[in-house]
């Protein structure tokens, strides 16, 4: 099972060029989300998503967006990508069965640098 | 807002003792409590949680919690620590929706 999967592993941007980050799920889970890790500061939540065509803020989702076309599928996006943004991305799944206490299962993350 | 606290940025024990990672929480109504832990370069994986019932929760790897309500603590536990436990813990409680809001970390080193 691959699980959760994320493209790219790194990326270098140059401020204000945009890009976007894939998540893809083999679990057919329901729920799906996007976490920054800094040092120092954990996991903040930047959106997430509770269904495919659903999406919500999470803590952190100034400049940010995501779309959730397909069930399987999360991407964010950085429509113009700045300093501040450089950091360690990671999405994770859940199922929704018996409540939303589940276990979030995530990928490996993306290391983006933006220059 | 739901939120935990993780007081210690690192904690070190020598391989074979017994280790502890400490986490505190804050919230309104029942906490929904968890473990998480990171290896080097790897996403997070799940390590236990605490839901209702026992205030003793097993999970994998030989790790267990201690939830203790009087003290709003959920503490990692290993009775015999090994060098491959050597990683980043993160305790986490659900917010009020979905989500999970996580501590800041705690590193965990193991030495032979």
């Known amino acids: 099972n691959a699980g959760v999967t994320q493209t790219p592993k790194f990326r270098v941007l140059k401020t204000g060029q945009s890009m976007t980050l894939l998540c893809a799920q083999d679990m057919n889970h329901e729920y799906m989300y996007w976490y920054r890790q800094d040092p120092g500061m954990g996991l903040r939540l930047i959106h997430y998503?509770?269904?495919?065509?659903?999406?919500a803020k999470g803590e952190v989702p100034d400049g940010y967006n995501v779309s959730r076309l397909k069930k399987q599928n999360f991407l964010l996006g950085l429509e113009s990508a700045a300093p501040s943004q450089t950091s360690v991305y990671f999405c994770?799944?859940?199922?929704?069965?018996?409540?939303?206490?589940?276990?979030?299962?995530f990928g490996d993350g993306t290391r983006l640098s933006i220059l | 807002a739901q939120s935990v606290a993780q007081p210690e940025d690192q904690v070190n024990v020598a391989e074979g003792n017994p280790l502890t990672v400490k986490c505190t929480y804050s919230v309104s109504g029942n906490p929904y409590l968890f473990w998480y832990v990171q290896y080097p370069n790897r996403g997070l994986q799940f390590l236990l949680k605490?839901?209702?019932?026992?205030?003793l929760v097993k999970g994998s790897y030989g790790f267990e919690a201690e939830f203790n309500k009087s003290q709003t603590s959920f503490h990692l536990k290993k009775p015999s620590a090994l060098v491959s436990d050597s990683a980043l813990y993160f305790c986490?409680?659900?917010?009020?929706?979905?989500?999970?809001?996580f501590g800041k970390g705690t590193s965990l080193l193991v030495t032979p």
């Open positions: 994770a799944s859940s199922t929704r069965g018996q409540g939303a206490n589940q276990p979030q299962h």
């Open positions: 986490a409680v659900r917010d009020s929706g979905y989500a999970l809001n």
């Open positions: 605490y839901i209702t019932g026992d205030n």
């Open positions: 998503s509770v269904g495919e065509g659903t999406t």
